[in-house]
């Protein structure tokens, strides 16, 4: 919908409001306080932890306040409101289109610049990448894949990323296999894309040992073990990580930044992201500043079409509904989906047919009949045993159900309940 | 149309069947018409948002358009029997066929569809539940499995028994452990038994005697094989288009296999349990050529598949999903063990030539256990890949 349309880039907003937890692990520590001026690329909040990330100001202005405001889960958390004026970046950053392919920086100085750099999963996850870098003892990474698959349908932030942005994601790989030191590395694109697919093949011939392979169109081939599976044909172990098959899985969206934070020393202070839906006027990729709101991004796109039913932070498959627009943009945001009236509407459960569908469709090849009945029968232990925990949450069962079940709602709770249980087991 | 004059309508007469309303007893019935007519209107938070645009009323529809060939071809054969019965000389392809066909077996659709939904409406009712439209397709299978000349009232009475017996008290649609459809056909077996064996039944007028020509048997395929006829069988070309004695829907196999086509192409009959059925029962029926201690055990196994009602039980009763099995490693045992207990109760069994029926209703009470193997299997190779 959107893939046409060459990244625009969005307007310095007004004022941004920017959270300090944007990453798994633990939240930064705020270090500006009112009043405070600060420029663009500045930190604002320092790192808490080791699965923590700094977090830097998107704009140039005064801090107003520190305050405790609504998220894009309805949550408060803490937020550093900033008031724009002009546009003033930090000196040490390179703002000029030059392409950079000579790497001078070591393996330690690359990961310790990605966290000083603020760089997270940008597939939406956010996990702190220098932490992915950091290859536990004992383990050894063979193989970088590049994540190029749109992970969700409707969003097409990356497409356009290695449309426009081919050379630089082929050295952010490059930079990326150092730090791991690996010498191989794959990057994965569905076959419905063959303009990215002989784009970086193209570029990817300059490179050694960097592979463009074409992937089967599917959902959710976007999950790291399924790529891994696709790519390598090796199965990451239940409760596993990909390292544990020698894997490290990088989002192209998160290449790109670490190829800005490296050769250009700049950190992660905006993103693109994706705003499409049926009957949005202007459905277009915007490059944002991080804490601008989703109304700035609305607005940019031809306001709300009449007739949403609801407004969607992420993807359709496994994005959230939000309640307001009045929430910032963060590092996890890939895209903004309105869906129209008529289809926001869950649709009336019915009986079980037993179609097995829901175990056909399943990535993880678990069977979600089974974990949704024994979670309405409270039967945590049995749920656990069928290794509810493998479950990614893609949604797959529930988009499937042709009898309207809320599969995945229940499994939700089901692997809630067994995390409580494997948390009192633990103490 | 977004608040149409029907949804002010529904809306303004709700009440009425709300708890403690005028007609609050039939509040089931309501809700029932309510959501045939509306989407409900509570929004989804959490994902998926988007939904694939196949739902219960549409796979079932689906079905129901699968069976319109067998059910086409069936009408066809029905009037050209019947006028072969009597010595006419009516084509195949004629409306004349058409036109007896449809009068003879319309009245049993009717009778099926008005019997089955009023049951679970009433049902519904007393229960407080739901109306699920789980009848659609049984409804629609269960004319097309029963001798045509069957009386229209034995055929209530077994319908009110299946959708009862079978599946109401089970909980409705979803939890019946047996394929409905079946289970009409199994209780008109065994409680009337004249009407639904020998030779004479499954050509329309013929059990009444009308102007029958002499020498005409009537006998199917099935009926000549188990008496060591194999001479007088039909032409294989005239079992695979349906130009035989035998059950409605069941006779010709082309217009079945349209129906898998159907059903495969839209992902909603299963075909590894067609493809697992069929060679579970060419296997049996090789296993059986290869002793061939009496004439039926000398049947080429292939034939088997067009004779009797191997195929449409195969494409339409096993792929049942609420029956068969759910885990996809168990479709390929259901519907193997499927096709051998046929061939093999319909060779073997000396009371009558048909296995299909039992052999099916057999396999729906293992299913689950089936499931249940293959689940647990699942579970060992998953703990393995951990300690791995």
Redesign the interface.
């Given at each position: 919908m959107a893939s046409k349309a060459s990244i625009k880039i969005l307007p310095v907003p007004s004022m941004v409001k920017i959270p300090v937890a944007q990453h798994i692990g633990t939240p930064a520590e705020v270090v500006v306080a009112r009043n405070d001026q600060v420029k663009v690329g500045q930190v604002i909040a320092k790192s808490g932890g080791f699965i923590s990330s700094n977090i830097h100001s998107s704009v140039s202005g005064k801090v107003q306040k520190i305050d405790k405001l609504p998220d894009a889960s309805g949550y408060r958390q803490s937020m550093v409101i900033i008031e724009v004026d002009g546009d003033e970046w930090l000196e040490s950053i390179d703002r000029s289109d030059t392409l950079v392919t000579e790497i001078s920086a070591t393996r330690e100085e690359i990961v310790a610049k990605t966290l000083e750099m603020g760089i997270v999963g940008l597939g939406g996850a956010t996990f702190p990448t220098h932490v992915k870098l950091s290859v536990p003892k004992g383990k050894k990474a063979e193989v970088l894949i590049i994540n190029g698959v749109e992970c969700e349908?409707y969003l097409t932030s990356d497409h356009r990323l290695m449309l426009e942005k081919g050379e630089e994601i082929l050295v952010g790989t490059q930079i990326l296999m150092k730090a791991l030191d690996v010498s191989k590395a794959y990057i994965g694109i569905e076959s419905n894309k063959p303009d990215a697919i002989q784009h970086l093949s193209g570029i990817a011939s300059k490179y050694d040992g960097i592979e463009v392979v074409p992937l089967k169109v599917m959902y959710p081939q976007g999950g790291e073990k399924q790529l891994i599976k696709a790519i390598i044909d090796r199965?990451v172990?239940?409760?596993?990580l990909p390292i544990d098959v020698g894997t490290v899985v990088h989002n192209v969206g998160t290449t790109f930044a670490v190829y800005e934070a490296v050769q250009n020393n700049k950190p992660l202070f905006e993103r693109v992201v994706t705003v499409t839906g049926k009957d949005v006027k202007d459905p277009a990729n915007y490059m944002v500043r991080i804490g601008a709101s989703v109304t700035d991004l609305l607005d940019a796109s031809g306001g709300i079409p009449d007739g949403t039913?609801?407004i969607?932070n992420?993807g359709?498959?496994?994005?959230?509904?939000i309640g307001s627009t009045d929430i910032p943009v963060t590092k996890g945001t890939s895209g903004i989906?309105l869906?129209p009236e008529?289809?926001?509407?869950?649709?009336?459960i019915?009986?079980?047919?037993?179609?097995?569908?829901c175990?056909?469709v399943c990535p993880m090849?678990l069977?979600p009949?089974?974990l949704m009945s024994l979670s309405e029968l409270s039967r945590w232990e049995d749920v656990e045993?069928?290794?509810a925990m493998?479950c990614m949450?893609c949604?797959?069962c529930?988009?499937?159900?042709?009898?309207?079940r809320?599969l995945?709602?229940y499994i939700?709770l089901g692997k809630s309940n067994v995390l409580k249980i494997i948390r009192s087991r633990n103490k | 149309m977004k608040n149409g004059k029907l949804r002010q309508f529904v809306d303004k007469i709700k009440p009425t069947f709300d708890k403690g309303g005028k007609l609050g007893f039939l509040k089931s019935t309501f809700e029932g018409f309510e959501?045939f007519l509306f989407?409900?209107?509570?929004?989804?938070?959490?994902?998926?948002?988007?939904?694939?645009s196949?739902?219960?009323k549409?796979?079932m529809a689906l079905v129901v358009i699968a069976l319109l060939p067998a059910v086409l071809m069936g009408m066809l054969n029905t009037g050209y029997q019947h006028f072969l019965s009597q010595g006419q000389d009516v084509a195949f392809w004629s409306g004349q066929a058409l036109w007896y066909g449809f009068i003879r077996v319309f009245p049993l659709i009717v009778v099926s569809y008005i019997v089955g939904l009023g049951t679970e409406f009433a049902v519904a009712q007393v229960k407080g539940h739901?109306i699920?439209e789980?009848f659609l397709v049984s409804g629609m299978l269960i004319p097309l499995i029963v001798p045509v000349d069957i009386p229209l009232w034995m055929l209530a009475v077994a319908i009110v028994f299946a959708v009862m017996i079978g599946k109401e008290i089970f909980?409705?649609?979803?939890?019946n452990i047996f394929n409905v459809a079946l289970l009409t056909r199994a209780f008109l077996f065994f409680a009337y038994p004249i009407f639904m064996s020998g030779d004479k039944i499954w050509i329309g007028g013929m059990f009444k005697g009308e102007n029958v020509v002499d020498g005409f048997s009537g006998a199917t395929p099935l009926a000549e094989a188990a008496a060591g006829n194999l001479d007088s069988l039909p032409s294989s070309m005239d079992m695979f288009m349906g130009y035989i004695p035998g059950s409605v829907g069941e006779t010709s196999t082309l217009a079945i296999l349209i129906g898998a086509f159907i059903l495969i192409y839209t992902?909603?009959g299963?075909w590894k349990i067609m493809l697992s059925a069929t060679v579970g029962g060419l296997l049996m029926g090789l296993l059986l050529n290869v002793f061939a201690v009496n004439p039926f055990m000398e049947v080429p196994f292939w034939q088997h598949m067009i004779m009797g009602g191997f195929a449409f039980e195969v494409v339409f009763m096993a792929t049942d999903?609420?029956?068969?099995?759910?885990?996809?490693t168990g479709?390929w045992i259901y519907g193997f063990l499927i096709g051998i207990l046929a061939i093999l109760v319909r060779v073997i069994n000396p009371a009558y030539p048909e296995g299909m029926m039992l052999a099916i209703l057999f396999m729906n009470v293992f299913a689950p256990l089936i499931d249940y193997y293959v689940?647990q299997a699942?579970?060992r190779k998953?703990?393995k890949?951990?300690t791995?």
């Open positions: 349908p199965e172990p239940s409760g596993g039913g609801k969607i992420g359709p498959m496994m994005g959230k509904a989906v869906i008529d289809k926001a509407k869950r649709n009336k019915q009986n079980c047919i037993r179609c097995g569908k175990i056909s090849g069977e009949y089974l045993l069928n290794k493998d949450e949604g797959s529930s988009f499937t159900c042709p009898a309207s809320p995945l709602d939700r | 959501t989407v409900p209107n509570t929004v989804s938070l959490k994902g998926s948002h988007i939904r694939d196949i739902n219960l549409r796979t739901e699920n789980g909980g409705g649609t979803g939890m992902g909603i299963s999903p609420v029956t068969a099995t759910q885990t996809e479709k689940v699942n579970i998953r703990l890949r951990v791995a």
